[in-house]
Nanobody, 124 residues
Framework: QVQLVESGGGLVQAGGSLRLSCAAS????????MGWYRQAPGSQRELVAA???????NYVDSVKGRFTIYRDNAKNTVYLRMNSLKPEDTAGYYC??????????????????WGQGTQVTVSS
């Protein structure tokens, strides 16, 4: 089995910073793209930032210049550094990773996995 475990959420004042972490564990052959999504009450889940296995990144416009996604492949971990936080960043943040696993000696399959979510609350 594969698990994604997130940490690092919390309550912070506007202008503050937080760092989210998401560690993948289990029978992993390869981790492809990883990303962070967020969902506020009454809103759809949106992609905040993503990073490929080669380190290419992309961000939603509202966080460009404030958030940084990076990964440590040796630790199977992706991070989201969030600076200059705003009240509108308040949401549940969810880690996503496309992970490949081997089976049956020569089989390989990849699919998306999700973390349990971590709450980020930014007070004004």
């Amino acid at each position: 089995q594969v698990q994604l475990v997130e940490s690092g959420g919390g309550l912070v004042q506007a202008g503050g910073s937080l760092r989210l972490s998401c560690a993948a564990s289990g029978t992993i052959f390869r981790i492809n793209a990883m990303g962070w999504y967020r969902q506020a009450p009454g809103s759809q889940r949106e992609l905040v930032a993503a990073i490929t296995s080669d380190g290419f990144t992309n961000y939603v416009d509202s966080v460009k210049g404030r958030f940084t996604i990076y990964r440590d492949n040796a630790k199977n971990t992706v991070y989201l550094r969030m600076n200059s936080l705003k009240p509108e960043d308040t949401a549940g943040y969810y880690c996503n990773a496309n992970i490949g696993t081997c089976y049956g000696g020569s089989g390989y399959s990849a699919r998306d996995y999700w973390g349990q979510g971590t709450q980020v609350t930014v007070s004004s």
